[in-house]
């Protein structure tokens, strides 16, 4: 089979399209012929030399992608050859194949076509693992996310609004903050022109910056309020005034997806199976797709997504 492949790390003109061994089903697995799979910041790390795969992982990006199963490995009930899926991956999504562990395989949900599906498995699964198990989320409480055009983002709102919470979001433009109304964000905050304390006091905060928005997004928490941290945009290292946290009764928490055992993710993909898929075959929530365009010109899509332009995901094809 043919895959993206990274020679060495780099610029998105590292990224080669090269011939490779076919994967091979193994235990409890299934390999899926890739109809799309997604750009996801993870992936741009990746292709840069600061984000390794976990060890047992596809060596080749792509955290995520639809398609049918090709084949099916022993210990695997439930699914048959020819089934249109989506999954959550380890690695291994920018190729014409992948093996799959069946613990992180999705159908295609009612209403949603075959490549808009892989639009769907990394954000649903961060979104829920973190929103509503880690932080429980409840409604009529506020959630804050920060980015909120971004793949992440734009999920984040809408399960959010769908629960019955009330949503504040940052972005960057008000191209973007229009974008995040319309998904249903109640109180919109150009990061570039105001301060995010000033504007909400949220239950729960979803972040993605990391150490430089640490202290403030204390600061800004409602008395009991959860903090958790997915990303850092704005680095690793900071100082948190501990008695601000200890006043507010509030708690941090800082999670990654990817390296989590597969026992852990196909309890995550579960709920996300239960909770989140019939909110998107009900129409309360729906993929956000910014471009689609070949797999072959994956470097484009790694120029977009950090030139920072899109709103949404932006989506590989085969
Ligand atoms: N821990 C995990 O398991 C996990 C899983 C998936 C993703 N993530 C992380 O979640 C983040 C979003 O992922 P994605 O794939 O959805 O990426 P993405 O679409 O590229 O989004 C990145 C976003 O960051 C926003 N941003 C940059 N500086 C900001 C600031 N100072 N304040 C608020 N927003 C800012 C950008 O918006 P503007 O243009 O408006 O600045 C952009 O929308 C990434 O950091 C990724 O690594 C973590």
């Known amino acids: 089979m043919y895959a993206i492949t990274i020679p060495q790390p780099g610029g998105p003109e590292v990224l080669t399209w090269a011939e490779v061994a076919d994967p091979v089903a193994g235990d409890g697995e299934v390999v899926v012929e890739v109809a799309a799979t ?13 984000y390794d795969p976990p060890p047992g992982a596809s060596p080749y990006p792509g955290l995520e992608c639809s398609g049918r199963i090709a084949e099916v490995g022993p210990g695997v009930s439930g699914w048959s050859v020819g ?3 989506c999954a959550l991956l380890a690695g291994g999504g920018y190729a014409e194949k992948v093996a799959v562990p069946a613990g992180q395989l999705l159908p295609v949900p009612k209403g949603v076509d075959l490549v808009t599906a892989a639009a769907l498995p990394e954000v649903t699964a961060t979104v829920w693992s973190n929103v509503f198990m880690v932080a429980h989320l409840r409604p009529g409480e506020t959630l804050l996310v920060h980015g909120g055009s971004s793949g992440i983002g734009t999920m984040a709102v809408q ?3 769908a629960v019955g919470a009330t949503v504040a979001v940052t972005a960057g433009s008000a191209e973007k903050l229009a974008a995040c109304r319309e998904l249903g964000a109640d109180i919109l905050v150009n990061y570039r022109e105001q301060d995010f304390t000033e ?10 910056i990391g150490a430089k928005y640490l202290q403030r997004n204390v600061d800004a928490l409602a008395v009991n309020g959860r903090l958790v941290v997915i990303g850092l945009q704005g680095g690793t290292k900071a100082e948190l005034n501990l008695a601000t946290l200890l006043s507010k009764r509030a708690a941090v928490a800082a999670t990654s997806l990817r390296p989590r055992p597969r026992e ?4 995550i993909v579960g709920a996300v199976r239960e909770h989140v898929w019939p909110l998107i075959e009900a129409g309360a929530v729906r993929p956000v797709v910014d471009r689609t365009m070949p797999l072959v010109e994956a470097a484009e899509g790694h120029r977009v997504v950090e030139e920072s332009t899109h709103i949404g995901k932006v989506l590989l094809t085969v």
């Not at 504007?199 to 993605?208: F, G, K, M, S």
């Not at 852990?264 to 309890?267: D, N, P």
């Open 38 to 50: 997604a750009v996801n910041r993870a992936d741009v790390m990746q292709r840069r030399g600061h």
């Open 83 to 85: 089934d249109e899926v």
């Open 159 to 161: 399960l959010a609004k």
């Open 199 to 208: 504007a909400v006091t949220p239950d729960v905060i979803l972040d993605i």
């Open 264 to 267: 852990e993710k196909a309890a």
